[in-house]
């Protein structure tokens, strides 16, 4: 029973547009989450994170989207650049431990 | 400014083989992870450490066991290599036990079992 799901698998956007990333989770008891970055060959980068005492974070570009009564969040990347191109991973926390979804491919068209 | 550290990077065994998967990290971290990742399904946990002395499963625990050798190091163990283990392997570290902060990673071992 996956409890962070990422239901898109791949998503492609034009250079300079919005990108949207949508995570959903089951269980009511996560309280932190994170959204990683991976290239090929390479391991996650930590990208950023919310607390569920919060419904948005922002650092530059990247903003995280907390919905709790949907169980809902999103990455929302303004402007979309071509080396956003990854595997985006949403993770959610209940404690000392992360769960993982399966991961949205980002493809950033020039 | 190494970070998390795994060796090897790539590894093939044959079945039966025994293997282990050595991860160090220089960030004074307490909390250790290891997870595997194939694809379509994300990571997945496999043992994790919040402190040196401590060690619990994960999600998919069989088929290995760990050691938290001191504060630095965390390796992962296969006895008797599976087909089924073919995987990515990545090992992570945090600064805290409560995981209310990010884990840092590794680049990953990719280990083939034939």
């Known amino acids: 029973d996956q409890q962070v799901k990422q239901n898109s698998p791949s998503l492609s956007v034009q250079e300079g547009r919005i990108s949207i990333l949508n995570c959903d989770y089951t269980?009511?008891?996560?309280?932190?989450f994170l959204w990683y970055k991976k290239y090929p060959a390479e391991g996650p980068t930590f990208l950023i994170s919310i607390s569920s005492i919060k419904d948005k974070n922002e650092d530059g570009r990247f903003t995280v989207f907390l919905n709790k009564s949907a169980k809902h969040l999103s990455l929302h990347i303004v402007p979309s650049q071509p080396g956003d191109s990854a595997v985006y991973f949403c993770?959610?926390?209940?404690?000392?431990?992360?769960?993982f979804g399966a991961g949205t491919i980002l493809r950033v068209k020039s | 400014n190494a970070g998390v550290t795994q060796t090897p990077k790539f590894q093939v065994l044959k079945t039966g083989q025994s293997m282990t998967l050595q991860c160090a990290q220089d960030?004074?971290?307490?909390?250790m992870y290891w997870y595997r990742q194939d694809p379509g399904m994300g990571l997945r946990l496999i043992y994790y450490?919040?402190?040196?002395?401590?060690?619990d499963k994960g999600e998919v625990p069989n088929g290995y066991n760990v050691s938290r050798l001191n504060k630095r190091e965390f390796s992962l163990r296969l006895e008797s290599a599976a087909p089924s283990q073919t995987s990515v392997y990545f090992c992570?570290?945090?600064?805290?036990?409560?995981?209310?902060?990010?884990?840092?990673f590794g680049d990953g071992t990719r280990l083939s079992i034939l």
């Open positions: 960030m004074n971290h307490n909390s």
């Open positions: 269980n009511s008891m996560f309280d932190y």
């Open positions: 450490s919040a402190s040196e002395g401590t060690t």
């Open positions: 992570a570290s945090s600064g805290s036990r409560t995981g209310a902060q990010p884990q840092h």
């Open positions: 993770a959610a926390s209940p404690g000392n431990k992360l769960v």
